[in-house]
């Protein structure tokens, strides 16, 4: 049996340390174990337990409950995605509850098709495909779009203020943190004839039906907008209509190994995903790191005044709690993983959010420290070939996010009962989906230091 620690504290608070990770697993991986589903509200809530216990007791686990082999020690994680070659990337986009026929239908309707494009691409086309992305996402790109950040931040912020002072409060999730990458994203990449609204719309509902464990009547539904954006693209695509210096007209004039250029299916898979990759993501991080600065006592007016504490709280809220919290594999042939053999076609899921807790690389792993030596060497963007070509875009708008609104809101607290909100509990995406924030009074920004350096 797994067992968790129970007595473990909440997350942010801290689960009781284990010694170092046990040695290989090799029983108990098939068995009905006391691990709860993946989608069960107590697991979204408060996974570090289990998390623990997985590593420590079945670090390749088999989870009946999904098919899905659960990978969660660091180093076990690392020669995964490490080794694309016996650890293939196939599998990364598949719906992980079986689509019925009428969600088929649908999607076959709008034309709807997923080939290998970045993500889940683990062929030839590859490496010339994210090439293109990573022009768009690099080092200079990124620090010239913090102005375009910034005045988005500041625009919603305003926005924020007045309806703190006219009612007393606000939910600084869908007021900010799932707006601002929308709003970004949509400025780096030419993205044009589409409302934020729509598109953080389209982006959700792909999240859930594919990653999610949505009813069949949900699921109709979500089918219907995933088609309505994927006809969206394809039209952008096709139309010849995308603006010069556009992300869809870089991907238009991508040619192929072969030098044939890029067919209109799979420039749609790759925008398909990076149009979601690049706002849901990034709302759900600056989501969880404003609300675990909001309760980390003296963290807010730290953020607002001192150099890099913004950046350095993002980095831990990535190590710790990240908005993508597991990601696929599936294995090219038989394989022996932390002491378990697996078959060829085995379905792994890796557990990044687990990793950044693993006491193996982060000493006292349930503490916030942002300044740890290692702070970096998290999982949360994944590693190698596939690793997150928008983790500078990712980090800075965090940061970015959090500094700006410790400046613009520097009274405000959470709301009296938000420190449990909602939780967003997909297969792979984990963040609370409220915010809610009031303002006691106008409090000045403090001049004095307030709180300890490590949280
Ligand atoms: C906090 C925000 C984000 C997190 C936690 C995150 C995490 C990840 C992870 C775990 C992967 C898979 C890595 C692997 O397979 O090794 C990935 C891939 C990817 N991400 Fe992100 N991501 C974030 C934001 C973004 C942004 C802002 C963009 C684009 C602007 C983006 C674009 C992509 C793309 C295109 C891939 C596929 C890369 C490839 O296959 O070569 N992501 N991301």
């Not at 473990?8 to 006391?34: D, I, S, V, Y």
């Not at 620090?143 to 002072?165: G, Q, T, Y």
């Not at 913004?310 to 190590?319: D, I, N, P, S, T």
Request: contains cysteine.
């Amino acid at each position: 049996m797994i067992s968790p620690d129970l007595d473990a504290p909440a997350p942010g608070r801290g689960t009781a340390p284990h010694g170092p990770a046990a040695g290989p697993a090799t029983l108990g991986n098939r068995e009905p174990l006391g691990l709860p589903d993946l989608f069960d509200d107590g697991f979204i809530g408060n996974p570090y337990p289990w998390l623990d216990a997985l590593r420590v007791q079945a670090p390749v686990h088999h989870d009946p409950g999904t098919g899905l082999w659960l990978v969660s020690r660091h180093r076990d994680i690392r020669r995964v995605l490490l080794d694309p070659d016996r650890f293939l990337p196939d599998n990364a986009q598949h719906a992980v509850t079986p689509l019925p026929v009428a969600v088929l239908r649908i999607l076959a309707r709008a034309g709807f098709t997923l080939p290998p494009a970045l993500a889940n691409n683990g062929t030839a086309s590859h490496p010339g495909l994210r090439r293109v992305v990573t022009r768009f996402f690099n080092a200079h790109r990124v620090a010239s779009a913090v102005p375009v950040i910034e005045r988005i931040a500041d625009e919603l912020l305003s926005v924020a203020r007045a309806r703190i002072d006219t009612t007393g409060g606000c939910d600084l999730f869908t007021s900010f943190a799932q707006a601002l990458p929308c709003r970004v994203l949509m400025e780096l990449l030419g993205i044009r004839h589409v409302d934020a609204a729509t598109l953080m719309r389209w982006s959700d509902a792909s999240l859930e039906l594919f990653w999610g464990r949505p009813t069949p009547q949900r699921q109709l539904e979500l089918a219907e907008r995933v088609g309505e954006f994927h006809q969206w693209l394809t039209q952008a695509v096709r139309g010849g209509t995308a603006a010069p210096g556009s992300f869809i007209a870089a991907l238009t004039r991508h040619r192929l190994p072969d030098g044939k250029p890029l067919d209109v299916e799979t420039a749609v898979g790759a925008c398909f995903f990076v149009f979601i990759a690049g706002q849901s993501t990034t709302g759900q991080l600056i989501s969880t790191v404003l609300h675990r600065a909001l309760t980390e006592p003296g963290l807010w007016p730290r953020v607002a005044r001192e150099a890099g504490v913004a950046e350095a709280w993002v980095e831990e809220v990535l190590r710790r709690e990240p908005p993508v919290t597991t990601w696929r594999r599936v294995t090219a042939c038989t394989t022996e993983l932390g002491g378990v053999q697996l078959p060829a076609g085995a379905q792994l899921l890796l557990m990044l959010m687990g990793s950044g807790s693993d006491p193996e690389v982060f000493a006292h792993p349930e503490r916030m420290c942002p300044h740890r030596p290692n702070i970096r060497h998290h999982l949360a963007f994944g590693t190698g070939r596939h690793r997150c070509p928008g983790a500078s875009l990712a980090r800075t708008e965090a940061a970015v996010a959090l500094r700006a609104a410790a400046r613009r809101l520097p009274g405000v607290r959470l709301t009296a009962g938000a420190e449990e909100p909602p939780m967003l509990g997909l297969l792979s995406f984990r963040a609370p989906l409220q915010v809610a924030v009031e303002s006691p009074g106008d409090a000045p920004v403090p001049t004095a230091a307030v709180g300890p350096r490590s949280t």
